[in-house]
């Protein structure tokens, strides 16, 4: 699929010879229910064929106008895939040395005075090093994007971790990390 071999930023919403047939575009569970409810729809394949094409022209103007709006090539978002639970831990040696180059683009999500930016790189690098509990190392290891594996739900989990003190050890890195998939997410629709 032409989704899964180019980068998002090389990717034109536009080109035609790139398109699913219109028989292949998936357009949601409430649709197909109700496409399924109307055996008259099944009489009129014309008419089916003709909605189908504009949901497709739909979806394409959709991409082409995210695509305009938003710079794919953006550092923060193309690095989104450092808050994987895998990637945050150094599982497979992915592990970004420092998140300082990141939360300076995002100031509104971290103060950018020295100590709080050093806490921040503090709970990162710690992250690595650490002994964390058994059911995050394991979310981590496995492959597949299930709901426990989702940088949000990873950073969620980090937030809950404390010392024996009950001071939450990941505080400043789970608060950026949240805050940087909200904002991506916000802007981008995802």
């Excluded at 090093?129 to 594996?149: R, S, Y």
């Amino acid at each position: 699929m032409y989704m899964n071999r180019a980068y998002v930023s090389n990717i034109d919403p536009r080109n035609e010879r790139e398109f699913l047939m219109v028989e292949q575009v998936y357009l949601g569970a409430s649709v197909i229910k109700r496409l399924s409810e109307n055996p008259n729809l099944e009489r009129n394949k014309e008419e089916l064929i003709t909605f189908r094409v504009k949901c497709r022209a739909f979806l394409v103007t959709a991409a082409d106008q995210i695509k305009r709006r938003f710079d794919f090539n953006d550092k923060v978002l193309s690095n989104l895939s450092v808050l994987e639970p895998a990637s945050s831990l150094g599982i497979y040696g992915t592990c970004v040395e420092s998140l300082i180059p990141f939360a300076m683009k995002l100031p509104r999500i971290i103060h950018q005075d020295d100590s709080t930016l050093q806490q921040l790189d503090d709970e990162w690098r710690k992250l690595e090093v650490e002994d964390l509990p058994e059911n995050i190392l394991n979310m981590a290891k496995h492959t597949g994007l299930t709901k426990e594996k989702r940088p949000d739900q990873f950073g969620s989990i980090l937030k809950t971790l404390v010392d024996d003190e009950g001071i939450a050890k990941y505080k400043c890195l789970s608060d950026f990390a949240l805050g940087w998939l909200f904002t991506t997410s916000c802007v981008c629709g995802l």
